[in-house]
């Protein structure tokens, strides 16, 4: 290929200006963890697989959802942003916020980019999961692929009413404009959003309940998708703190009417895996669930997605902190996500965390300054002082390649 190419998954795209796939990232393709048996993204995965087949069957007893988790996750923007009503100048598009192969295709940062496809051809329930990618900080709880479980429920006047001819899912003449009204959208009857808005939460308390157990403490608070109207989080109390563990809401009827659906009603959700799992097994840090470390994998060998399971940590080995402070690059946008990728590109899984601790600008000439630093801990064995000297000297090597100016 030229070197103006990229190759990922077998294709090969042309790299333009808003290219940010780093190498690192894109090993990610491909690996299929959360499919791997036994892993324990696997395990939560089939857990709420089987909760929803037992949930919702028709009347010979056959699952009603379907699941999709074999979708390329390299989409256009149409499929991520454009059907699902994102508007053009949203933060969630922005380069410092997404893996762009280049201006029209991007690892997907949201498993809900399938959801306009899959309901154009005709699908009313589903499952999509697989693996999303987000650029962002670097912790024990980010990572820049993660995996979701997005579901869709589209009900049509008679499944939500029954025989009652006076009821109707839509009124206002069918319109679909936005009214910033967080009740409900213009064309939805109450009676048809109190229903579905009970369904959905329904479903969503069944399923913390099947996780956590009967007695899960949970909230729902009001927030905003361009996507869906209403729309909630839904969070879990576990361990003295409340956890966001996923999005929800009623859909955009515009979002149905544009796949060709024009007398159902959806509502839909997206959760995340990791987090759940994390709380589940008490994994303590995120980059466990890519490691090979049979210490780590024979935890979850040949369990059942019922099974408890608590991980035992295998022996933490120490950190090295080092400390990292640069001017940024004058020209062209430097956000911090850029450093973070820089340097998981060269540092891989040996950095546990990157804070940005200082943050100045020079009174005479204006240039901006960034203190960074580096947490670096292996998994699997001791890092000498060496070994992680060598490393921080070449990200040191990588900031002034990108532009910046080591102090
Ligand atoms: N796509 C949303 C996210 O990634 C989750 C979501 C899916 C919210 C579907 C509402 C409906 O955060």
Same mark, same amino acid.
């Given at each position: ?14 790299? /333009? ?16 963890? &959360? ?16 909760? &929803? #087949? ?18 390329? =996750? ?7 942003? /454009?059907?699902?009503?994102? =508007? ?10 997404? #893996? ?30 697989? /693996? ?10 980010? #990572? ?6 997005? %579901? ?39 009676? %048809? ?26 909230? *729902? ?8 109207? =209403?729309? *909630? ?8 703190? *409340? ?37 589940? #097994? ?22 059942? =997605?019922? /099974? ?34 820089? %340097?998981?590109?060269? %540092? ?11 943050? &100045? ?47």
């Amino acid at each position: 290929p030229k070197t103006n190419d990229i190759v990922l998954l077998n294709k090969s795209y042309l790299k /333009d200006e808003y290219s940010n796939v780093t190498q690192k990232v894109s090993g990610f393709l491909g690996r299929n963890i &959360f499919l791997q048996p036994s892993h324990p993204l696997s395990l939560v995965r089939q857990r709420i697989v089987n909760h &929803f #087949y037992k949930s919702f069957v028709t009347r010979r007893g056959n699952p009603v959802f379907s699941v999709h988790d074999n979708l390329q =996750p390299i989409v256009n923007t149409t499929q991520n942003f /454009d059907s699902l009503l994102i =508007p053009e100048n949203h933060p969630s598009r922005s380069k410092s916020d997404c #893996y762009y192969i280049n201006k029209n295709y991007l690892l997907r940062a949201h498993m809900t980019a399938h959801q306009s496809e899959l309901i154009q051809s005709g699908l009313n329930n589903f499952l999509i999961i697989g /693996d999303v990618y987000r650029r962002d900080e670097i912790d024990r709880t980010h #990572y820049p692929v993660f995996h979701q479980v997005d %579901a869709v429920r589209l009900l049509s006047r008679e499944q939500l009413f029954s025989k009652d001819d006076n009821l109707n899912i839509f009124e206002e003449g069918n319109n679909t404009a936005f009214t910033g009204n967080q009740e409900k959208q213009a064309c939805h009857s109450l009676e %048809a959003v109190k229903l579905i808005e009970y369904e959905l939460k329904q479903t969503l308390h069944g399923l913390a309940k099947e996780l956590f157990g009967d007695h899960v403490k949970y909230r *729902w608070v009001d927030t905003t998708f361009p996507f869906t109207q =209403p729309s *909630w989080e839904l969070e879990i109390y576990h361990v003295s703190e *409340w956890i966001e563990v996923l999005g929800c809401g009623i859909m955009q009827q515009a979002i149905l009417n544009n796949a060709g659906v024009n007398n159902k009603i959806g509502w839909a959700f997206g959760l995340g895996l990791e987090r759940l799992a994390m709380c589940l #097994y008490k994994i303590p840090d995120i980059r466990l669930f890519w490691s090979n470390d049979s210490g780590f994998l024979n935890q979850f060998k040949s369990k059942n =997605p019922n /099974d408890s399971i608590t991980y035992i940590p295998i022996s933490q080995y120490p950190q090295c902190k080092n400390d990292l402070s640069f001017w940024i690059p004058t020209t062209g946008h430097f956000s911090s996500n850029d450093f973070y990728d820089l %340097a998981r590109n060269i %540092a891989g899984d040996l950095i546990e965390q990157i804070q940005l601790i200082d943050e &100045f600008t020079h009174p005479k000439n204006g240039k901006i300054s960034h203190c960074y630093r580096i947490t670096y801990r292996h998994m699997e064995k001791t890092l000498t002082q060496d070994e992680v000297n060598m490393i921080h000297k070449k990200i040191e090597e990588s900031v002034k390649e990108m532009g910046g100016t080591i102090r």
